[in-house]
């Protein structure tokens, strides 16, 4: 059983920053395995931030995150981690990361391809 652990989320103020981490197991040696991080804020819908893939790099979904949000894991690849700089308050949610396996022949993961998900943390940014 894939078991991922999230930590990092917290309160801010605008523009600061905030590291969140998942530790995960089992899929790092795959190489089809993904992982990705998601958000979801109260009445709305979950979204993807981005993913990161073996040998590929990361993905970035939301574009009001690209140039202040980095994905990146650890050379073992056991834990991903989300660097937030510059926060905003619409960057206030609960955080997800999530894990799967990417399907033959495709280039990336769907939502409905993460099959294991973190407890989530909360990430509050305040104005």
């Known amino acids: 059983q894939v078991q991922l652990v999230e930590s990092g989320g917290g309160s801010v103020e605008t523009g600061g920053s905030l590291r969140l981490s998942c530790a995960t197991s089992e899929l790092s040696a795959n190489s089809r395995r993904c992982l990705g991080w998601f958000r979801q804020a109260p009445g709305k819908e979950r979204k993807e931030i981005a993913s990161i893939y073996p040998g590929a790099g990361a993905i970035y979904d939301i574009d009001s995150v690209k140039g202040r949000f980095t994905v990146s894991h650890d050379n073992d690849k056991t834990t991903m981690s989300l660097q937030m700089n510059s926060l905003k308050p619409e960057d206030t949610a609960m955080y997800y990361c999530?894990?799967?396996?990417?399907?033959?022949?495709?280039?990336?993961?769907?939502?409905?391809?993460?099959?294991?998900w973190g407890q989530g943390t909360q990430v509050t940014v305040s104005s």
């Open positions: 999530a894990a799967g396996i990417r399907p033959f022949g495709r280039s990336r993961c769907r939502d409905i391809d993460y099959d294991y």
